[in-house]
């Protein structure tokens, strides 16, 4: 269990460092089983992804029921919903990064390059808007992620999937990328 806390704060720290979540944004969570039982260890509500310790981070089971002391993330029915939705994944995480939730709050939309896997759309699944950490949120982000591994919220940030949290961790930092790559071109396109 130890070894998935870690990998948690790993994640976070990573997507914090890289400038994918600011402030007391985005959350990351990993699912694991503990005595034949879905657990699933997500990051805390407000408190920033930059300086997790162990002690932060929230287990529940699969059905939101705390197992340990504190608050999970708001979005943790979106991650549960996710979860039961994919079997197959053990990694969820979620960001507002710059570029990529600027595609989310426009009406542009973000090509599907290679390295996401196979191109089957020209562009990244998105949602419509859902109020962050509702129902309705949950149930449209998992049933969009049944075939994806990455989707943009509209007016919100991305979520991306993956059989590790690195895995996930790593999608979220392509999409960003890729974002920023379109923003940058469209901008040389314009002079």
Same mark, same amino acid.
């Given at each position: 269990?130890? &070894?998935?806390?870690?990998?948690?704060?790993?994640?976070? /720290?990573?997507?914090?460092?890289? =400038?994918?979540?600011?402030?007391?944004?985005? /959350?990351?969570?990993?699912? *694991?089983?503990?005595?034949?039982?879905?657990?699933?260890?997500?990051?805390?509500?407000?408190?920033?992804?930059?300086?997790?310790?162990?002690?932060?981070?929230?287990?529940?089971?699969? &059905?939101?029921? /705390?197992?340990?002391?504190?608050?999970?993330? !708001?979005?943790?029915?979106?991650?549960?919903?996710?979860?039961?939705?994919?079997? #197959?994944? $053990? =990694?969820?995480?979620?960001?507002? !990064?710059?570029?990529?939730?600027?595609?989310?709050? !426009?009406?542009?939309?973000?090509?599907?390059?290679?390295? *996401?896997?196979?191109?089957? !759309?020209?562009?990244?699944?998105?949602?419509?808007?859902?109020?962050?950490?509702?129902?309705?949120?949950?149930?449209?982000? +998992?049933? +969009?992620?049944?075939? #994806?591994?990455?989707?943009?919220?509209?007016?919100? =940030?991305?979520?991306?999937? =993956?059989?590790?949290?690195?895995?996930?961790?790593?999608?979220?930092?392509?999409?960003?990328?890729?974002?920023? $790559?379109? *923003?940058?071109?469209?901008?040389?396109?314009?002079?």
């Amino acid at each position: 269990m130890k &070894n998935v806390v870690k990998s948690v704060i790993d994640v976070s /720290n990573y997507v914090f460092e890289r =400038g994918l979540v600011s402030g007391k944004a985005g /959350n990351v969570s990993v699912r *694991f089983k503990n005595e034949g039982k879905d657990i699933v260890a997500i990051t805390p509500t407000l408190k920033s992804l930059a300086d997790l310790k162990e002690e932060d981070i929230v287990l529940i089971d699969e &059905n939101g029921k /705390n197992l340990t002391k504190g608050k999970p993330s !708001s979005e943790y029915n979106m991650h549960l919903a996710i979860y039961r939705e994919k079997p #197959e994944i $053990t =990694g969820i995480v979620h960001t507002h !990064s710059p570029y990529a939730t600027g595609f989310a709050f !426009s009406d542009k939309k973000i090509k599907r390059l290679e390295g *996401f896997g196979a191109i089957k !759309s020209e562009y990244l699944k998105e949602i419509p808007y859902e109020k962050p950490g509702s129902i309705e949120l949950a149930e449209s982000a +998992a049933e +969009a992620l049944k075939n #994806e591994d990455v989707i943009i919220l509209k007016n919100h =940030g991305v979520i991306a999937t =993956g059989e590790t949290v690195e895995e996930a961790g790593a999608l979220v930092e392509f999409t960003e990328e890729i974002a920023k $790559t379109q *923003f940058v071109t469209h901008m040389l396109n314009k002079l």
